[in-house]
T-cell receptor, first 113, second 115 residues
Framework: GENVEQHPSTLSVQEGDSAVIKCTYS??????FPWYKQELGKRPQLIID?????GEKKDQRIAVTLNKTAKHFSLHITETQPEDSAVYFC????????????FGKGTTLSVSS | GAVVSQHPSWVICKSGTSVKIECRSL??????MFWYRQFPKQSLMLMAT?????????EQGVEKDKFLINHASLTLSTLTVTSAHPEDSSFYIC???????????FGQGTRLTVV
């Protein structure tokens, strides 16, 4: 089955800096890669996703890149703000409603002002 | 995005009792829902896949007789933790994927504490 590795486990940046979180996956059949943000005690919120027919996707300060050959994808947050502090999870799956997402172990991002 | 509602948001129960957690898809039909467990400062671990009208599929290491899953309608899946013990204390969260976009949405989660 799918295995998703995520690094780093913790990341501390200064406000205004960029943050990058990287993930690798094992199953070449996976072609859907979402990123979730989870604040303490709350549900994960989808922040951006990418499919394998696209190499990069951007939404304001957030971007995701995908290298399908190398089986890795990354989350980039620019101009970080204190409210970006949270745990971020990457996931991989095939985009079918009957298939579960498999998550990485998460990255705790701390943005200090 | 689609709305998934989960109840209760927290529950405290005594050892040996059973607890039922409900997960509803409010504005879409979900033939499949997923149940995850999350320990503090850890990731979401898939416990089982709940299929409407059929038996759930459990991940390796998850006791199906302890974690009973019922998916009787296209909008409701339930997880019952039977004969709960303190080690079952955790954050349980359900998820459903939109049929067309494949996007997954999560319920609010249930904080279970067994005393």
């Amino acid at each position: 089955g799918e295995n998703v590795e995520q690094h780093p486990s913790t990341l501390s940046v200064q406000e205004g800096d960029s943050a990058v979180i990287k993930c690798t996956y094992s199953d070449s059949a996976s072609n859907y890669f979402p990123w979730y943000k989870q604040e303490l005690g709350k549900r994960p919120q989808l922040i951006i996703d990418i499919r394998s027919n696209v190499g990069e996707k951007k939404d304001q300060r957030i971007a995701v890149t995908l290298n399908k050959t190398a089986k890795h994808f990354s989350l980039h947050i620019t101009e970080t703000q204190p409210e970006d502090s949270a745990v971020y999870f990457c996931a991989a799956s095939i985009p079918q409603a009957g298939t579960a997402l498999i998550f990485g172990k998460g990255t705790t991002l701390s943005v200090s002002s | 995005g689609a709305v998934v509602s989960q109840h209760p948001s927290w529950v405290i129960c005594k050892s040996g009792t059973s607890v039922k957690i409900e997960c509803r898809s409010l504005d879409f039909q979900a033939t499949t829902m997923f149940w995850y467990r999350q320990f503090p400062k850890q990731s979401l671990m898939l416990m089982a896949t709940s299929n409407e009208g059929s038996k759930a599929t459990y991940e390796q290491g998850v006791e199906k007789d302890k974690f009973l899953i019922n998916h009787a309608s296209l909008t409701l899946s339930t997880l019952t933790v039977t004969s709960a013990h303190p080690e079952d204390s955790s954050f349980y969260i359900c998820s459903a994927r939109d049929l067309y976009s494949g996007k997954a949405f999560f319920g609010q989660g249930t904080r279970l504490t067994v005393v």
